[in-house]
């Protein structure tokens, strides 16, 4: 079986969006690309939007115009199947969702590439399986489904045909990530995978049903969903976004029955954006609902629908509870996961309106799943009862659950690993993030099993990108400034703090992790404090902890100018401590945590208080607290243990005594 470093040149078959998208990532990734349509002038202009893209990934200084310039020499434009996959390591079709195109594709693909190429497709919801059926090679072939735009959706999900070898998946997951984007795992070929089967139907469907039923108003929904709910959009304004047609046919060929108000607007070719007119008019004003329009809709029906749709997929172990919000927040920008909704309304009350909508309408969609009954039966209704898909409060096997960070313990390693939870914004500094990091910094510095602590963002996209600009309203970004103990919280931790910046770390990001003791990067981050452009200066310790590590010019330039340097420039400066290959930045991370979690806890605990307070007295005071903590430390029980160990020529094995 291949290994991810033996992919060398990955064929991209189709140049329309999705496919221009994907092979930039490719290219960018350092892959050479097989870029192939069935015209040349289809292919051409998948090749001038890469040029294009690339270009402005230069302009705004994310990546250098030579890298600009490499990655577009990797791209080979070919209209010619054979010379595109003859020579190709992993083929990824992105053509249009019909079964028969991609069938015929891939029949014709799986004759021209190589035996061991694995043969991967990009569609949002066809079986896996029956694509697979075309080709003699089942067990290589698996859903790669990425995200439009794909340069800037950070989600992939990887879906198991019936016959996709394990490696393969392992594989693919491992490209995904090479490629910078963060892979959920699809476990069965189910229709619609996670995303679109949480997302279409009961998100977009329900509220059209609920419309076409005279329930509500397309404006009261959208200003309900947007403005009280979190969503980054309303289900119908979602809908004239991404094509009306789009999810119509998607339930046309699913068999589903079509709400009378989508037909209307297919039959009329009124599809949204893309025509001018969808459910709102975008040549005249576009999507513009009243706030409160939405203030008196309840908006449990659609909650209802996408819980019962993820149910079933974990009844079915298709995936996992993280795995499922995880895919609704970087693919559908839902502003937590799913379950973890369910959980704050209460699977009780989710239960008792499904069987409600169930008894009135009699439509199957209702029927609630019976893991629903089960969980209820059993008492696990969510947050008021500490357990639902989740598990809430303190826990006898670890820490308690956050909101907007996640903790986890390895006590056999003394390691603690604080992960900024916000993927889907880019894990921005929320009020809840600001609330929460100080109380769990506040345990673990309790917490005698931990050592050291790693600070890290999930999603492989950013560390941090700063502050959540939707709380700027109303004065809130003073406040935001004002909250310098927020910032202070790694750096008033009595353990040492590693920053694993991977991505962006931004404005208060970048704040957060100068408070960190070490700051540990991959190659692809970028690190800014950009609030000039915002006609703000950094509010969380960034013109001073700056200056104190990269000297007073570097940090004017850094500050006033308001630009993203990379890491490579970054670490040139002294502003990080390593600079990390993407590619194994997490083993790395966790080989220096290690390490330093292996230390004398009592010793360096000591020695990051002597030089974080010595840096900031006179040499002499600075010299005397560096005595002072030398004595003391004589008559620890591991100092003992480390010249025992020493003159033993053995590894020691300190207690924190």
Known sequence: MMKLSEIKTIAVLGAGTMGHGIAELAVLAGYQVNLRDIKDEFVQKGYGAIKWSLGKLAEKSVISEQKAQEALERVHPLVDLGEAVGGADFVIEAAPEMMRIKQEIFGEVDKLAPPRAILASNTSSLSISKIAQAT???A????????????????????RGQETGEEVMNLTV??????????????????GFIVNRVLVEPFMFESAWIVSRGEATVEEIDSRMKYYEGFPMGPFELQDLTGIDIGYHLMKEAGVEIPPIIAERVEKNELGRKTGVGFYNYRDGGAQYRREAGEKFDPLPIYALMVNEAAQLLEQKVTTEDQIDLGVQLGAGFPEGVLKRADAIGLDVILTRLEELHKKYGDERYRPAKLLGEMVKAGRTGKVTGRGFYTYGQRADGPREYKAIKVEIEAEKHLAWVTLNRPHRLNTINSEMREELPQAFAELARNEQVR???????????FSAGAD???FAGGKAYMFAMLGEFFATPQQCPKPVIAAIDGYALGGGLELALACDFRLASRRSQLGQPEIK?????????????TRLIGAARAKELVMLGERIPAEQAHAWGLINRLLDNERFDEEVRAFAEQLAAGPPVAIRLVKRVIDWGQESPLEAALLLEREAFGLLFSTEDMIEGTTAFMMKKKPEFKGK
Request: no cysteine.
């Open 140 to 159: 290589q072939v698996v859903g790669m489904h990425f995200f439009n735009p794909p340069v800037k959706m950070a989600l992939v999900e990887v879906i």
């Open 534 to 546: 915002l006609g703000l200066i950094p509010g969380g310790g960034g013109t001073q902890r700056l």
């Open 469 to 471: 600009v939707s709380e």
């Open 136 to 138: 003699g090679r089942p």
């Open 174 to 191: 491992e490209l995904a990530k090479k490629l910078g984007k963060t892979p959920i795992r699809v476990e069965k070929d189910v229709f």
């Open 452 to 462: 050291a602590i790693v600070l890290r963002g999930a999603g492989d996209k950013a």
